[in-house]
Structures are given as C-alpha cells and as structure tokens.
C-alpha cells in the first residue's frame, strides 16, 4: 500500500500509533533492550516520580512500537504500520498528500526543507523574518539567501508578512533561485497571503515552503483561517506542539499538492530520513496521533467554545479600558489577509507600564505565563482546544500596579544590518570574541536572535551596528528576555570574524 493511501480501516476517531503504545505498556514485559529504564520505576525511581511508572512503560524502542501485535514480528500487515497509518491520517486531516512526524520540533522541519531547497539549487528566496532554525539549515546546506522584507510595525515590535507582488518581483530578479519559503502565521498570528504567493511562485515554476509553525490548528472550525497545505503550499512545516497540543517538541512536515509537490516527496523523504533520529521518542510520535484524533473529531465542536472566550476576553478589555487590544492592528498592513483569533495582542503602555514589566509582573505575582512580550505588547497564545480562564486572567491583568518607570527606555527594534560576507562563509570563519564596545563594525559569526519569537535580528556575516548592540544587550537584560545564540548570556561579549592584525614591518 502506497505511504499516501488512506486504509480503508482507519477513520479520523482512530488513533493507530497511540494505541499501540497503550496495549504495548498494558503488557509485562521483561525488556532486555533501549531504554535502560526498561519501563520499570525501580530502575530510575527519579525518573518515574518526574513522569509516573505508566508513562515510563509506554517509553518504547520506536522500532518496537511498530511490531506487529497479530504475529509479534516486525512484518507490515497490508493496511502499513501503525505509525503509517497515523501519519496518513494526519495528511487526510490537514488536506496533506503525505505528512511525516517529527519528533525534533518545526525547527527540525525547517532544517529538512532547507537541505529539500539545496537539492534544487544553491540559491533561495526567504522572507527575512524567518525563525532562527531556517538560518541554520541555510548554513549547513551551504545556501546562498535572497531575502524579501514585509512589514515591520516598530512601535509594538512585531514583523508580519510579505506580499505576492514583493515574491512576483524578487523571483523576476533572482530567476535561479530553488525555491520560495515564507512565514505564515507569524509570531503575532498575521496571515499572509498564502494562496496568492504559491500562485505566483508556481508561475515562476518554484515550489513555494510555508513555515505553519503556528498554524497547526488553521482549517478545524469555522472562524479560523485556512492551512497552507490547502492554499496551494508545496511544502509545511508544522509545529504540533504549539497549537494543536501535542508534547513538547513534536511537530509535522506535511507535503502538499500538484507536480511541484509531487516532484519534492522522494528527497523529502530521503532527507527526513538522514535528519530523523532513530530512536525518536514514541510518546512525542503518539501524541502527534493523539493531537490530530482531537482535532478532527473534537476541534469542530470544542473550538468554538474556545473562540467565544476569547472574544469574551477581548470584550472585557474593551469594556474596562485603561490596556488596548492591539490584536487587529496588523490588518491596516498591505502584506497581511487575516489574523489567527487565538493570538491576542494587549498594548500595556496605556495602562502604565511597559510589556515586559506586565510579563515578569504575571509570572511573579500571579502565577499566569505569557508567550511573549515586547516593550509595548503582551502577547496570549490561547491553545485551541483549551479551556481558558477568563476570570482569572482579567483579574490578574487589572491588578497589576503602574510601573511609569518601564516605560522610559525602550529598545529600539533595530534596521536590518548590512551583509559583508556569505553566511557560511561569515559562519564557519575562524572567530575571535570581542567586549560589546568594540563589537560595532565587526562582521558577525553568529545569528543572534532576541527569544522569542527567535527570528534573527543579525546573521553570520552582516555588520553589527551600535543599534544592534543596544537593542540585543537591552533584550538580553529584561526579565523574560534572552538572546538565541549569544556568546554569553549577558552579551557582554559578541563573536565576530577575526581580522588578522596588519603587518609591522
């Protein structure tokens, strides 16, 4: 049977993989392989008080996890294994032709989709807001970038998207480039005009990569936008844990329609193969199986409620004053077609005080955790299919004091900085570690990112500007603040490209 035919056993109420590892964990067996807990809590007490006895039994070889509970050997029955069968699935449920699970985050996704890009060519168009995992996998594949930059609002700190025209016109410039890859949702949950750029990316005859790490639950009730997958995207990568409730660092590649699609599905494979570990998690594997059985069956009916509250959420901010629901300000942007209704946005400057105050203000006072934070916004990441506590989090918003003093300096969300060396070159460069004072000028080694939303706000072999050190030092110094990449924590030192000194003669 073919990895992208459905079995005609299997239905969205099926969940294949997860339930083999439930009847595998309901056995006693007396493991004699990986891992060397082997499922017994005597053998890592520690362990099974973190995570319980029956969790530690369900913590499987994944090469033992696909057995066949009919012969006990290691033979397919017809209808595939169970983890095919969960992953075809997943494909049926996001309108996919194939998905693969993966047990490394998105991150890992965008690692496979840029070595994908390398088997095409050496050359790609990026949205330059990409996470920080896309940079990377540019590096080792030895790709050589071609950005295309959206919209930026400054004052709340959040980048959005790109247009199809910007892609039509940068494609037209760049013809040899491999392939296209955007962002979509972004951060702060704008949408871009997927549909239109895959449009104009195939015109160019160029497959076009959707980074959906925050659209996981795009497409499941009415009233959220619709997933890349079914827009025309070649090539998704999924971040299942993030809004589709999945464990920690599981997440989906899904391929999509049509030739250029079709053309990607064997070095897609290929390339997942060498960068999948093979001894993967089977509790991140089962609960990809589990997320995608929640929703496709309960998300049509438990989203809704989730939607009503959050636009309950939204009433009360309204209602009450003094904070200024920002969510819609990224629609006045030309780039952007929609907005995820489960990212809501809260301007706290009216209120008083800074973003990033109001963030160390609820983790500390009031036990509630925020996604993210700028020194104008808090932003709320509501999970889908998640109950949320309105209440609660009105009353712990309403409490928090004026801080007048968090607003006097803000760290000015810096300009692109300009490129002096390829980024591989810049990256695998011998480096030396510089004060920050003497840093502006230098050409950096490192993709330094402010975390999160992880997109890098400098790259391997751009120049760091005094305003780049400023505005990354600042970041790294906030309470909930941190810099992916960074030399130390503190930045009080930046890794650059090492100048050899001149000659005395």
Do not use: C
């Not at 009433?315 to 809501?344: C, H, N, S, W």
């Not at 203000?361 to 808090?378: C, Q």
């Not at 990441?381 to 009105?394: K, N, P, Q, Y």
């Amino acid at each position: 049977m073919s990895e992208n035919t459905p079995s005609p056993t299997d239905t969205q109420d099926a969940t294949p993989y997860a339930t083999q590892l439930r009847q595998l964990g309901d056995i006693d067996w007396m493991h004699l392989d990986v891992p060397a807990h082997q499922g017994r809590a005597t053998n890592a007490p520690g362990l099974a008080d973190l995570i319980s006895e029956q969790t530690l039994r369900r913590d499987k070889s994944t090469l033992f996890t696909d057995i066949n509970q009919a012969t006990w050997s290691m033979d397919a029955p017809p209808e595939g294994t169970p983890l095919e069968r969960a992953q075809r699935l997943a494909a049926e449920a996001w309108g996919a032709s194939r998905v693969w699970f993966l047990g490394n985050g998105a991150s890992s996704g965008n690692h496979i989709a840029t070595m994908v890009t390398r088997a095409l060519g050496r050359e790609t168009l990026l949205q330059r807001s990409v996470h920080s995992s896309v940079i990377d996998g540019m590096i080792h594949a030895g790709l050589e970038p071609h950005f295309v930059f959206g919209s930026v609002d400054r004052d709340l700190g959040s980048s959005h998207g790109v247009t199809p025209a910007q892609v039509d016109e940068m494609l037209t410039e760049h013809p040899g480039v491999a392939a296209v890859q955007i962002v979509s949702p972004s951060y702060f949950g704008a949408v871009s005009d997927v549909a239109g750029i895959a449009k104009v990316a195939h015109a160019h005859g160029k497959p076009l990569i959707v980074d959906e790490a925050w659209g996981a639950h795009f497409g499941f009730a009415p009233g959220l936008p619709t997933n890349a997958a079914r827009l025309g995207a070649d090539l998704v990568i999924s971040s299942s844990h993030k809004n589709a409730g999945a464990l920690t660092q599981a997440a989906m590649l899904m391929l999509g329609h049509g030739p250029l699609a079709e053309a990607l599905e064997s070095i897609v494979d290929r390339v997942h193969r060498s960068y999948t570990s093979t001894s993967t998690s089977a509790l991140l594997l089962g609960s990809l199986d589990e997320a995608r059985h929640r929703m496709a069956v309960d998300g049509p009916t438990v989203i809704p409620e989730t939607l009503d509250a959050v636009a309950r959420l939204r009433a009360e901010i309204a209602e009450r004053g003094r904070f200024r629901d920002a969510t819609d300000d990224a629609m006045m942007y030309k780039d952007v077609v929609g907005q995820d209704p489960l990212k809501v946005v809260i301007d706290m400057r009216p209120g008083g005080l800074s973003g990033t105050e109001a963030h160390y203000l609820l983790t500390r006072d009031h036990r509630v955790v925020i996604e993210l934070s700028t020194h104008a916004v808090i932003v709320l990441m509501i999970g889908a299919t998640s109950e949320l506590d309105v209440d609660r989090f009105i009353e712990a918003l309403y409490a928090l004091p004026k801080v007048p003093e968090s607003l006097i300096t803000a760290p000015a969300l810096p300009r692109p900085a300009k490129r002096a060396r390829r980024l591989q070159e810049a990256f695998f460069s011998p480096t030396e570690l510089v004060p920050w004072e003497e840093a502006v000028g230098r050409i950096s080694a490192d993709a330094l990112s402010a975390y999160p939303p992880g997109i890098p706000n400098i790259l391997p072999g751009e120049v760091l500007t005094e305003e780049m050190v400023e505005f990354l030092r600042k970041t790294a110094a906030m309470p909930a603040g941190h810099v992916r990449g960074a030399a130390d924590e503190h930045l009080d030192h930046f890794r650059v490209v090492f100048v050899a000194p001149p000659e005395v003669f």
